[in-house]
T-cell receptor
């Protein structure tokens, strides 16, 4: 049981380049999330998917797009990277049934945009 | 909308001393609260959660937190810390549709 996996672990991009961050979970969770973590700002929600086939904007969606490929996979795309997108990105997943509310996190992707 | 404030950005303590990390949340009808821990270069893992019931919640690694509705607080405590507790700690509150809103984080540094 791998939990939540993310690829790549590290990435360096030049301004204007594009890339896709991959996330997969094997816990049969309905909901998946993308966060960014910046010093002193905690985790901020970029996009989330409450169930397969649906996606919604979070607090900081500008400059990002997402795809819920199937129940397991939720990808985050940067179409034209900017230095302000230098951050650590975390994917998470959770059940939507019952009252658990707990989110399980991946190990993160450290992205630097030069 | 729900919000969370962690009152200390950094907390240095000596090994084997007690520690309290403070968290205040904005008031709402129903509140579900969490503490997560992030060890260096890792993702977040759940320490403990309050959904309902007893206001004193026990978590992993000897941590506990007390839900105080009148003070809108959910402070995290440990009676005796170890070097291995060095990490960043995040308080979070559920906001509709199972979204979590996180505080800014508290960096706990344990000195020998």
């Amino acid at each position: 049981n791998a939990g939540v996996t993310q690829t790549p672990k590290f990435q360096v991009l030049k301004t204007g380049q594009s890339m896709t961050l991959q996330c997969a979970q094997d816990m049969n969770h309905n909901s998946m999330y993308w966060y960014r973590q910046d010093p002193g700002m905690g985790l901020r929600l970029i996009y989330y998917s409450a169930s397969e086939g649906t996606t919604d904007k979070g607090e900081v969606p500008n400059g990002y797009n997402v795809s819920r490929l199937n129940k397991r996979e939720f990808s985050l795309r940067l179409e034209s990277a900017a230095p302000s997108q230098t951050s650590v990105y975390f994917c998470a997943s959770s059940r939507t049934s019952g009252s658990s509310y707990e989110q399980y996190f991946g190990p993160g992707t450290r992205l630097t945009v030069t | 909308a729900q919000s969370v404030t962690q009152l200390d950005s950094q907390v240095p303590v000596f090994e084997e001393a007690p520690v309290e990390l403070r968290c205040n949340y904005s008031s709402s009808v129903s509140v579900y609260l969490f503490w997560y821990v992030q060890y260096p270069n890792q993702g977040l893992q759940l320490l403990l959660k309050y959904l309902s019931g007893s206001t004193l919640v026990k978590g992993i690694n000897g941590f506990e937190a007390e839900f105080n509705k009148s003070q809108t607080s959910f402070h995290l405590r440990k009676p005796s810390v170890h070097i291995s507790d060095t990490a960043e700690y995040f308080c979070a509150v559920v906001q509709g549709a199972q979204k979590l809103v996180f505080g800014q984080g508290t960096r706990l540094t344990i000195n020998p």
